[in-house]
């Protein structure tokens, strides 16, 4: 008697076209992909988070020391009346401190994208994963990087008396808005750091300049030209929101806040769809 049995396997089809053309529901596959990711972004997070202290005698300190160093240093420059910053509402060396903390909050989800598929192409390469793991793994290290700045903001506060608004129970939602805005820009940069190094180069210098029109270290200006342009940056009105959320609970630009807020959620996602759409070109150009 011969008995028959039957195997069933999947087989991968490999195509040109375009996962936009090939899913009928593009942003369902995008959402079960970054689901799939989080696995893969908390090994990466903890292989990250590892590798950046394991060989430092200072550790953790880092995180939080230049901003802590800036502060002190725009803090004797305003003593000493070599700088004229005005009235803040809050002590002047806590009011650098935790904009700093902020911006570089910003900066770090701006750079997150743009160092993960820089340093992560060639693994690409190799491996097919999602990519969103290299996004999320970065977003963690962001906020993880975030809270170890915020212990000298805390304990500097505390020294220094700051009152604190129950709105601070709102900072968090407008924080997650700025890093919203950063990782946007990242993402729609990632896929030309793959390609050009020039990209991250670039970015070092955009940046030093952006610092200057944003209200980090001198309070925000309401006349002038020079005023003009800060209010049109679209970094200032999340972080000031998040500060004064954080400090005195006066929101002095809501509308500025939710219109930047409403473009950097549009911009992600559209950033996203950029991101996945060229990566399989970044991918074919890095290993041929």
Do not use: C
């Not at 200072?58 to 305003?78: D, E, K």
């Not at 940056?233 to 500060?243: D, E, F, G, H, K």
């Amino acid at each position: 008697m011969r008995t028959s049995r039957s195997q069933s396997s999947k087989v991968a089809v490999y195509t040109s076209r375009s996962w936009l053309k090939q899913s009928s529901s593009p942003f369902r596959t995008m959402w079960y992909d970054l689901l799939a990711s989080r696995s893969l972004a908390r090994q990466l997070l903890i292989r990250d988070i590892s590798a950046q202290y394991r060989q430092s005698f200072l550790g953790l300190i880092w995180a939080f020391l230049p901003a802590v160093t800036t502060a002190i240093g725009f803090t004797f420059a305003a003593k000493s009346k070599l700088l004229n910053v005005g009235d803040t509402d809050i002590p002047y060396t806590a009011y650098v401190l935790i904009s700093m903390t902020l911006w570089q909050t910003f900066l770090a989800a701006l750079n997150g994208p743009v160092q993960a598929v820089a340093s992560g192409k060639s693994i690409m390469s190799r491996i097919n994963f999602p990519r969103e793991a290299l996004i999320l793994a970065k977003l963690g290290d962001v906020f993880f990087n975030f809270g170890i700045k915020l212990i000298p903001v805390v304990i500097l506060f505390i020294w220094l008396r700051v009152p604190i608004s129950w709105s601070i129970l709102l900072a968090p939602v407008a924080l997650i808005h700025l890093v919203m805005l950063g990782t946007a820009i990242g993402l729609l940069l990632a896929p030309l750091s793959g390609l050009y190094q020039d990209i991250s180069k670039a970015l070092t210098v955009i940046t030093g300049l952006w610092l200057f029109i944003t209200p980090v270290v001198y309070p925000l200006p309401q006349e002038g030209w020079f005023a003009t342009i800060v209010q049109l940056n679209p970094v200032t009105p999340l972080l000031v929101t998040t500060r004064e959320l954080a400090t005195t609970g006066i929101v002095s630009n809501p509308q500025g806040f939710w219109i930047v807020s409403v473009i950097a959620a549009v911009g992600l996602l559209l950033a996203w769809t950029i991101y996945r759409v060229a990566m399989p070109y970044v991918v074919e150009r890095a290993s041929s």
